[in-house]
T-cell receptor, first 113, second 112 residues
């Protein structure tokens, strides 16, 4: 167990809908990262927050947004969902920068039908 | 050209074999190199990281980085069925963005 908790584990929703994925980082970790994993693209970095502030952005679609709250948990919001958004979404946290020890959660499997 | 290339396999070996997993990369600015292991339906788990060039050993695992060739390797000695998983290499710049750039992973099966 990495100490990173993601909910829900599975999510099935229809195209056009909006969902929220939640992540609780390891106790004391200030950095939270979101990654998308699909069969054809592999693990792709979406966004990083550090102590509540957006730190880095990757290939995150405009339909996607994230935030980190004062208690350090993070949420990833996905809207106007398309079939191609079906993937595993992972949250990771790390205690420090440089990020050489990222601890990943179990992921949320999103299926858009 | 993708930033990080990794042969997806699958790779199947008998128990006790030495396994060699590799990645190549194109960005010479990468300074941190990691190997993650991902079991089916689980999140990636960090195995080892190396800063810049050189070797690092941890039990049955050895990581090597050859920056001149832009090539990294993970060796697993005395492989066990419990090593069956997908192995992902990841890299990061020094300074700047904290994002990890991953290879697509190599699926390894160790047969008893």
């Amino acid at each position: 167990d990495s100490g990173v908790t993601q909910t829900p584990k599975h999510l099935i929703t229809a195209t056009g809908q909006r969902v929220t994925l939640r992540c609780s980082p390891r106790s004391g970790d200030l950095s939270v990262y979101w990654y998308q994993q699909s069969l054809d693209q592999g693990l792709q970095f979406l966004i990083q927050y550090y102590n509540g502030e957006e730190r880095a952005k990757g290939n995150i679609l405009e339909r996607f947004s994230a935030q980190q709250f004062p208690d350090l948990h993070s949420e990833l919001n996905l809207s106007s969902l398309e079939l191609g958004d079906s993937a595993l979404y992972f949250c990771a946290s790390s205690p420090r920068e440089p990020n050489t020890e990222a601890f990943f959660g179990q992921g949320t499997r999103l299926t858009v039908v | 050209q993708k930033e990080v290339e990794q042969d997806p396999g699958p790779l199947s070996v008998p128990e006790g074999a030495i396994v060699s997993l590799n990645c190549t990369y194109s960005n010479s600015a990468f300074q941190y190199f990691m190997w993650y292991r991902q079991y089916s339906r689980k999140g990636p788990e960090l195995l080892m990281y190396t800063y810049s060039s050189g070797n690092k050993e941890d039990g049955r695992f050895t990581a090597q980085v050859d920056k001149s060739s832009k090539y990294i390797s993970l060796f697993i000695r005395d492989s066990q069925p419990s090593d069956s998983a997908t192995y992902l290499c990841a890299m990061k710049l020094q300074g700047g963005s904290e994002k990890l750039v991953f290879g697509k992973g190599t699926k390894l099966t160790v047969n008893p």
